[in-house]
């Protein structure tokens, strides 16, 4: 920032286990960007840092444990067939959108393929919310971790007082 004038108003963040982003900005400066009125997307993945790690749960998600595996329990039905055979063991499939966000915003028709780690959301934070949660019979392979099928989120979102 210059002059206390951000140079963008979206900050992506898409190598959560690189050390790139806690070296460019530091957590209080990525919350006070966000407070301000911008948007921060975070996507993570199973390796992701104890650095994103702490700043999702800033905003209510808790990232599962990087050695957790999602598994959907299912070997090879007919919609894993366009997903080559290298990667099909390590996805899992889901069409389970967040009722409020499918009758707003969108609905999908075929299954999303996601490859990552799950996470909680806090039940008592009102701005966080699921947007893509595991399919049924979705689980996890650490068995610490008590949610299963649809109490897995994959995909959240935050909805902040300025709306942004």
Known sequence: ?????????????????????EQSFS????????????N??????????????NLVKQFGM???????VLS????TPSD????????????ILSQNVWSPVSKTVTSIT????????????DENNEYAFPILKASALTHNSDERIKATGEDINLVGGYQSRLNS
């Open 62 to 68: 808790e990232i599962y444990p990087q050695d957790n």
């Open 1 to 21: 920032m210059n002059f206390d004038e951000p140079n963008f108003e979206h900050l992506l963040i898409l190598a959560p286990s690189q050390s790139v982003v």
């Open 80 to 91: 894993y067939d366009s997903i080559s055979s290298s990667v099909r063991d390590d996805v």
């Open 110 to 121: 075929k299954p999303v393929i996601f490859n990552g780690v799950g996470f909680d959301i």
């Open 27 to 38: 957590e209080s400066e990525l919350l006070a960007f966000f407070d301000d009125g911008h």
């Open 72 to 75: 959907d329990g299912q070997s």
């Open 40 to 53: 921060i997307f975070v996507a993570g993945d199973m390796l992701t840092k104890k650095y994103t790690r």
